[in-house]
């Protein structure tokens, strides 16, 4: 192979009229690992060349019926041997024998003693060249077959990627960035717009979208620098007048020296509109919720009285048992209601964020506990790192920060004499950091997932509504935070929460 060509299987012709002479030379030529041929005359040197292919001719001038310089025209004469090159070694000094040599298109003309390094050196390098020569022809040979296959490869890519285009369900169209004006588009964008295929290539992308000029501009610009962009939502303008939303991107192919931005769309318009109807049904419901656990929280709250009232005049054992129950069920279910009313409250309500002193803010309400009976003999340390207020919104950070205290009040160990509720706020770069941490029962492992899902309850014995962390978790939302738990079964409890600096 033309590519796999080395330069120590060179096969090279020594011709003269004298062996000793030419097993001299030879005798160099072999040290270099070169494969050599010998010829004593121009006629047995020109069958020789029929038979074998040769990388160089090292020639005499002086030698029998064809002379060197004769031989070395018939050699570049034939298309078979013309490229090959020929160094000419001789005692012949006249200028005119130097002159004719140099005529036969030969590449050199050594004067006998011959240095053998230099002799050597001149040879690699002419069969080097020889080699280069014929990787080169090759290449030019093949070059147009070459071509030829790649572009039936790319045409046939070509081909294939249109016809994905056009079927596509996705809107595709090709942009000119400096028009902008649309090239193409496919099935599936004419479609959506309602335009045939030769009235889209009349539009510009202003025709199209709904978005002000300046920031079509911007958008186009930005996909030119970064090669790519989620446009994201954007409208839509159809033939007849109607919007569609639809959600972009775009990228940037190479069409000759011109950049094309190719646009992928895909219609969400009945989606947005499945979104807006869960929208106002969640509000609906929302609102039943609200308006349903307020009502009942009245009734409930006479019957509670009654129930008091009834502890006072029932002297039986059993009745006061019975009541004793009714009133802890009715309890419960008044907490239920409070639950889902504060819950409702957060989801609908809207976030209004003001300047808190943060120690003052957490102590006020680690203090409404006191009068907890499970309360007494923990020790609780506040320590703020913050220079500054918090900047957030009081009533649903009080509604994190009293849940999650609640909580490890209410998980810690039984009979323990060293518990304690640690709340520590500091900031990073970018959100201030609320850490609350005890040494309580701890959350085993399995349920760490589920803690913030609603109804759900980490332990057996837990008497809570299952709703507090569920309240918690859509408080965080609501203030675009986020919260994380660190906990270990009978060891203890760390809550991260982390909100945005404003």
């Known amino acids: 192979m033309i590519d796999k060509l080395n330069i120590t299987d060179a ?3 020594l011709v003269g009229n004298r062996k000793g002479n030419l097993l ?27 038979k074998n292919s040769y ?58 003693p011959v240095d053998s390094e230099l002799f050597k050196l001149k040879a690699k390098a002419f069969i080097h060249f020889h080699h280069e020569q014929l990787r080169l022809q090759f290449l030019k040979e093949n070059l147009d077959n070459i071509v030829e296959k790649r572009t039936a490869k790319l045409k046939a890519k070509e081909k294939k990627y249109k ?17 902008k004006r649309i090239i193409e588009g496919n099935s599936a964008f004419c479609k959506y717009l309602g335009y045939s295929a030769k009235a889209i290539e009349k539009l510009s992308v202003y025709d199209i979208t709904v978005s002000n000029k300046a920031n079509v501009d911007f958008n186009i610009k930005q996909v030119l620098q970064t090669g790519s962009a989620d446009v994201g939502e954007r409208q839509w303008r159809k033939k007849n007048g109607d919007y569609i939303t639809v959600l972009v991107s775009a990228s940037t192919i190479r069409q000759g020296n011109d950049d094309i931005i190719v646009l992928t769309a895909r219609d969400i318009t009945s989606q947005k ?64 209601l409070e ?50 207020p918090l900047n957030s919104d009081p009533r649903l950070l009080k509604t994190i920060l009293r849940n999650i205290t609640e909580n490890a009040i209410k998980y ?4 323990s004499k060293s518990s304690y509720i640690y709340i520590s706020v500091g900031s990073n770069h970018k959100e201030d950091i609320i850490r609350i941490a005890d040494n309580g029962m701890g959350i085993r492992k399995t349920h760490q997932k589920n803690i913030f899902n609603m109804f759900f309850r980490a332990t057996e014995t837990s008497k ?22 660190i906990s270990k079964e009978k060891t203890g409890t760390t809550f991260n929460l982390y909100l945005p600096k404003q």
């Open 339 to 388: 639950d889902l009313t504060q819950l409702t409250i957060i989801r609908q309500g809207k976030t209004e964020t003001k300047p808190i002193k943060v120690t003052p803010f957490i102590a006020n309400i680690v203090q409404a506990f006191e009068r907890d009976p499970k309360f007494a003999g923990i020790d609780i340390r506040i320590k703020s790192k913050l220079k500054r």
């Open 464 to 485: 809570g509504t299952g709703l507090g962390l569920y309240i918690v978790k859509n408080a965080v939302e609501k203030l675009r935070g986020r919260i994380e738990v």
């Open 55 to 112: 990388d160089l001719f090292v020639l005499d001038v002086q030698i029998p019926k064809v002379n060197g310089i004769e031989l070395a025209n018939n050699l570049k004469a034939v298309s078979r041997t013309r490229n090959i090159p020929v160094i000419f070694v001789t005692t012949l000094t006249q200028k005119r024998h130097i002159v004719k040599g140099w005529e036969s298109g030969a590449v050199d003309y050594l004067i006998k």
């Open 11 to 13: 096969q090279i012709l």
């Open 24 to 50: 001299i030379l030879e005798a160099l030529l072999k040290k270099e690992g070169y494969k050599t041929n010998k010829a004593l005359s121009g006629e047995n040197a020109l069958k020789k060349c029929l």
């Open 412 to 415: 810690r160990k039984h009979n």
């Open 273 to 336: 509109q499945i979104e807006k109807e869960l929208q106002m049904r969640n509000h609906e419901l929302d609102t039943f919720v609200y308006k349903a656990s307020h009502d009942l929280r009245s009734p409930l709250a006479s019957t509670l009285g009654l129930i008091n009232l009834g502890r006072k005049e029932i002297k039986d054992k059993d009745g006061l048992k019975y009541l004793d129950l009714i009133h802890k069920s009715m309890y419960k279910l008044d907490e239920i």
């Open 163 to 179: 016809a994905v285009v056009k079927q596509s369900l996705e809107a595709i169209c090709m942009l000119n960035p400096k028009t």
